[in-house]
């Protein structure tokens, strides 16, 4: 039986560039993939467009993977946000850069870069096989003997994983790879959302679904600490709320409810203007439009559906004309302007997520080379890795990446 160089599980962005890479190098590479088609959670990144990096410098990047963040900085220096645009570039696609750094194919279709991939591993002669789902594998006198969910078997002296995490599994990604390294010994640390909706109690916000509050501040007080979040849109939903800052977040504020439980976040809906402005603002207002209803004063601040909520919030009569408004009604309507409550209660499943943070310790892969420190020929690349990235194209960058340095190292 043909014994190949190196095996790579799972033809999403991580595994092509590792099968990529090491047939660059003059391997045997074997690509083994669940379904019929390669990258299928890569096609709906960014709504299709594919966020596919960040102009960031490299330690912003790895500020972006959070506490263990540093574990990447040799892949990341190997093969970097440049490197993999000049990838791209020198087989004729460009690319261009929006806020924040975030960098999308010209074309804005996460296809131009999945045809590009599926072009590269025709190029290089990597075999790819469909519909092929690995169950399990062992190792024996150094070869791996890899069986399928039909037993289907294949040999290969080296083995990357790129399975990707446990989220959007429609996709192909339901957590197979855990399975396997866990059977052979490492370590799976638990498996969280990253980038996922939040779910808030007060019912008013779900029957706003749809609302989108632009450019407000939150913050979260916890313990008698205050954790800022960003400003930015808040988008609410039939269950709580989503939007950028939301998904941004979501991870450190998950974090935060496995040790406190529901939590007050607090919705800034003038960031612009800090307490005292407001006040002065306010007061202004008042004298210039006294005969004017509460209602209708609120609604040249607010988005119209939110009117009705912050009025019952603060328990004020909407008809009042501002002239009736007491000193005290005032100054607390100014109040929850800036700091209007929502309770959190929890989050989506895990399946709705957008990353899966958790899989393989970090602490059992070398990380320069992304070999397992328990099994020798034995590689992880791409978000099967434990920990996620923020969003803003760091997650692809990080399964390129890694997919790579796993791709040059199993060649060696
Ligand atoms: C809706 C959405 C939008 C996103 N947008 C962005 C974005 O704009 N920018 C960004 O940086 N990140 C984004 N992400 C995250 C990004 O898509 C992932 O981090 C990235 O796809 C991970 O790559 P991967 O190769 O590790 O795994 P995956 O892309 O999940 O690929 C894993 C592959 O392994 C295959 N597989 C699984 N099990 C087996 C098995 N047993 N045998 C054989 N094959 C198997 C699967 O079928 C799949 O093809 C988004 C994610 C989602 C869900």
């Known amino acids: 039986m043909k014994i190949y160089d190196i095996a790579v ?10 099968a990529i890479r090491g047939a660059q190098l003059g391997k045997k590479v074997i690509l083994l993939e669940r379904n019929d088609k390669i990258c299928r959670k890569l096609l709906l990144t960014a709504n299709g467009r594919c966020n596919i990096t960040n102009t960031a410098q490299l330690e912003v990047f790895l500020e972006m993977f959070g506490r263990r963040g540093s574990f990447y900085r040799d892949a990341f220096s190997e093969f970097s946000n440049q490197d993999l645009m000049e990838f791209f570039k020198i087989r004729g696609l460009d690319f261009k850069v929006e806020e924040a750094g975030r960098v999308f194919p010209s074309t804005e279709k996460a296809e131009s870069v999945v045809n590009i991939l599926k072009r590269a591993l025709d190029e290089y002669g990597v075999k790819i096989i469909y519909n092929y789902r690995l169950k399990h594998l062992h190792q024996q006198s150094k070869i791996f003997k890899l069986y399928s969910t039909e037993e289907e078997l294949f040999t290969t002296y080296n083995i990357i994983i790129a399975t990707g995490g446990a989220s959007y599994p429609r996709t192909g990604s339901t957590g197979d790879g855990f399975t396997v390294a866990g059977s052979l ?6 498996l969280k959302p990253g980038g996922v909706p939040l779910r808030v109690r ?33 988008l609410l939903t039939h269950f ?14 998950v974090e935060l409810m496995d040790k406190q439980g529901d939590l007050e976040i607090y919705v800034d809906l003038k960031p612009e203007l800090k307490q005292d402005a407001l006040e002065v603002q306010m007061v202004e207002d008042f004298q210039k439009y006294s005969k004017k209803s509460l209602k209708n004063y609120l609604k040249f601040h607010l ?13 004020l ?4 004309k501002l002239n009736q408004i007491t000193k005290k009604e005032r100054l607390m309507l100014q109040e929850i302007l800036k700091a209007l409550p929502l309770t959190i209660t929890g989050h989506l499943p895990l399946d ?10 970090k602490k059992e892969i070398d990380p320069k080379t992304m070999e397992s420190k328990l099994v020798k020929g034995l590689y992880f690349v791409g978000e099967i890795i434990a920990g996620c990235g923020r969003r803003g194209g760091f997650n692809l960058q990080q399964a390129f990446s890694t997919g790579y340095v796993a791709g040059s190292n199993a060649s060696r």
């Open 352 to 361: 709705r997520a957008m990353v899966t943070c958790g899989g393989v310790s």
């Open 9 to 18: 599980i799972g033809g999403g962005p991580a595994g092509c560039m590792a």
């Open 185 to 190: 010994g490492h370590h799976i640390t638990e």
């Open 240 to 253: 709580g709320v989503s939007g950028p800052v939301i998904l941004d977040m979501s991870h450190t504020i």
């Open 317 to 320: 009569d909407p008809e009042k």
């Open 202 to 234: 007060e019912k008013w916000v779900h029957k706003l679904k749809g609302v989108a509050l632009e450019n407000v501040g939150l913050k979260i007080v916890y313990d008698g600490k205050i954790l800022n979040l960003p400003d930015g849109n808040l």
């Open 303 to 315: 988005p119209q559906r939110l009117v009705d909520p912050v009025l019952e919030i603060s328990h």
